[in-house]
C-alpha cells in the first residue's frame, strides 16, 4: 500500500486539511512531519467547522492514527488545550501519537521570538510569535529541549540551565527584559509531562512497521513550498522543511517508502506575513478574493495577502517535491469574474523569465505576466464530476494542469468535506 506525502505547493493555507480530512478515512496514519502550532488547517464535517493548529487533520477520521513525528516542535500547552477542545466536541484523540524525539517549544523561545520580531522592527520576517524559529535553532545548536527529556528532571533542568546561560544574556543586556529563572521554566515543563505520557511513543519504529505491514501513510505538511527553509523565498520563509524532502527527515522513513506526493493548489494565491508575491492585488479584486475566499490565517487570524494564480511558482513546486497530483482548492472562489488573469511567466529588467530566478533580488523585482482566461458564473457547488463543471472552468483548470507540470486529480468546489470533485484516486 502506499505512501503518501501531502503538502502546500504555494506559500501555505492552500487547503491541505480538507485533502488530507477527504483521504483520511482511507487512510491508516497521517503524520505531521515538520513546523508546529504556526499553520492552521481547517476542516468542515457536515456543519461542524475544526479549527486545528498542531494536530494533524486525519485526528477527525475514525480508525485513523494521527502522529506528530520527530520534526515537529511542540508547545505542550497549545497540544493539551487543542486536545481538550476536541474531546469536548466528542472526537476522540486516545490514538494519537507523539515522538518522544520531537522539540518542546519552551516558554523562554516564545519569549525570544516575540522581542526578536519586536526589535526588528521594519525588517521583521512576520513570524506568528510562538516560538518556532526560536525551538528550531536551538534544536540546530544542540541546546534544544525533547519530549523524552519531560521524563528525566536532571537531564531537563541541565539542557534548561544551558540554553538559559546565553538566552539571559540576550534578554537583560540587548532587550531590557528580565532574566528567565532556569527552575520556573523546569517546574512548568514538568506539569505537562505525566498529561503527555499516555501518546509518547518511538514513532518511526510505529511507522516503519505500518509501511511494512501494507497500512496507507500519509505525511502532511505544515505551511507551503515557498516557505521552505531551503526552497522558499528566503528570508521571508519559517524554519523547518514543508517539502517532500522534510517527510523523510520529519517522520524517519526512507524516500524508497514514499509512492505519491500531492501538491495542494489554491485557484488563486495567497500568503501571510512579509515577503515577496509578484501576483498580489491591491484593488477591489483582491479585497473580493479575501472576502469570498474567508482569507483570515487560522492560527494568527491575519488577513490573507491575496493575489491571482501564479504558475511559475506551481511549475517550481512541482519541480523540488517530485510532485505527482495536484489537489486543486476553493475554485468555487473564482466564481463570478468575467476573465480570469493567471501568471505565466514574469519580467525582470525588461527580460521575460518562465522560471522562479533564483535572485532574491530577482525575485523582489519580478512582474507578472498575465494571461487572460473566460470565467464564468454558474454555482459550481454541486458539481460531483468534471463534467458537471461550466465549459469555462473545465478550461481554466486544463490551462492550470498544463502550465503546472502535474495532473489535477481532484477539486475542492466548496468548503465541504463533501464538496470535491475526485478525477484520479489518490490510493
Not at 1 to 16: H, S, T, Y
Not at 169 to 190: F, M, S
Not at 255 to 276: E, M, N
Amino acid at each position: 500500500m502506499p505512501a503518501l506525502v501531502l503538502l502546500g505547493a504555494q506559500w501555505g493555507d492552500e487547503g491541505k486539511g480538507k485533502a488530507t480530512d477527504l483521504l483520511g478515512g482511507s487512510v491508516d496514519y497521517v503524520v505531521r512531519y515538520q513546523g508546529g502550532n504556526n499553520a492552521g488547517h481547517t476542516v468542515v464535517v457536515g456543519d461542524q467547522k475544526y479549527a486545528l493548529h498542531l494536530l494533524p487533520s486525519g485526528i477527525l477520521s475514525p480508525g485513523c492514527t494521527p502522529v506528530i513525528g520527530n520534526g515537529v516542535v511542540v508547545d505542550p500547552s497549545v497540544l493539551l488545550s487543542e486536545l481538550s477542545g476536541l474531546n469536548e466536541r466528542g472526537v476522540d484523540t486516545s490514538k494519537l501519537l507523539i515522538s518522544g524525539n520531537a522539540h518542546i517549544i519552551t516558554p523562554y523561545n516564545v519569549t525570544v521570538d516575540k522581542v526578536t520580531e519586536r526589535f526588528l522592527g521594519k525588517r521583521k520576517i512576520g513570524t506568528t510569535g510562538r516560538g518556532i524559529g526560536p525551538t528550531y535553532a536551538d534544536k540546530i545548536n544542540r541546546v534544544g529541549i525533547r519530549v523524552q527529556d519531560l521524563y528525566d528532571e536532571s537531564i531537563l533542568t541541565q539542557k534548561v540551565e544551558a540554553a538559559l546561560d546565553v538566552k539571559n544574556q540576550i534578554l537583560t543586556k540587548l532587550y531590557n527584559r528580565r532574566a528567565i529563572a532556569v527552575g520556573q521554566v523546569v517546574e512548568e515543563l514538568l506539569g505537562y509531562a505525566e498529561q503527555i505520557k499516555p501518546y509518547v511513543a518511538d514513532t518511526v519504529l510505529v511507522l516503519n512497521q505500518a509501511l511494512e505491514d501494507d497500512k496507507v501513510v500519509l505525511f502532511e505538511g505544515g505551511q507551503g513550498t515557498l516557505l521552505d527553509i531551503d526552497h522558499g523565498t528566503y528570508p521571508f520563509v519559517t524554519s523547518s522543511n514543508p517539502t517532500a524532502g522534510g517527510a523523510c527527515t520529519g517522520a524517519g522513513v526512507g524516500p524508497t517508502k514514499i509512492s505519491r506526493v500531492i501538491g495542494i493548489l489554491k485557484a488563486y494565491t495567497t500568503r501571510v506575513g512579509a515577503g515577496p508575491f509578484p501576483t498580489e492585488l491591491f484593488d477591489e479584486d483582491g479585497e473580493a478574493l479575501r472576502r469570498i475566499g474567508g482569507e483570515r490565517g487560522v492560527t494568527t487570524g491575519r488577513d490573507r495577502r491575496c493575489g491571482w494564480f501564479d504558475a511559475v511558482i506551481a511549475r517550481y513546486a512541482t519541480r523540488v517535491n517530485g510532485l505527482t497530483d495536484f489537489f486543486l482548492t476553493k475554485l468555487d472562489v473564482l466564481t463570478g469574474w468575467e476573465q480570469i488573469p493567471v501568471c505565466v511567466a514574469y519580467e525582470i529588467d525588461g527580460q521575460r523569465v518562465e522560471e522562479l530566478p533564483y535572485s532574491q533580488t530577482d525575485f523582489h523585482h519580478a512582474k507578472p505576466v498575465y494571461e487572460m482566461l473566460p470565467g464564468w458564473s454558474e454555482d459550481i457547488s454541486k458539481a460531483k464530476s468534471f463534467s458537471d463543471l461550466p465549459k469555462n472552468a473545465q478550461n481554466y483548470v486544463k490551462a492550470l494542469e498544463e502550465m503546472s507540470g502535474a495532473p489535477i486529480s481532484a477539486i475542492g468546489v466548496g468548503p465541504g468535506r463533501d464538496e470535491t470533485i475526485e478525477i484520479n484516486s489518490f490510493l
